[in-house]
């Protein structure tokens, strides 16, 4: 997903959780990995979107 917003972030994530089984601490951690890792590649996104403005 390229030029993602921060609402398009929090409903992927969201969807992300709620397909995620909570009671297997390994599936949700790597689940949470995942999760951060777009998180702070839509912040670069969003920072790079605004230096350039």
Do not use: L, P, Y
């Amino acid at each position: 997903m390229t030029n993602m917003t921060m609402n398009d972030f929090i409903n992927w994530a969201q969807a992300e959780m709620d397909r995620c089984n909570i009671h297997n601490e390994i599936e949700t951690s790597k689940k949470m990995v995942e999760i951060m890792k777009k998180f702070f590649a839509v912040g670069r996104e969003d920072s790079i979107a605004t230096d350039k403005n």
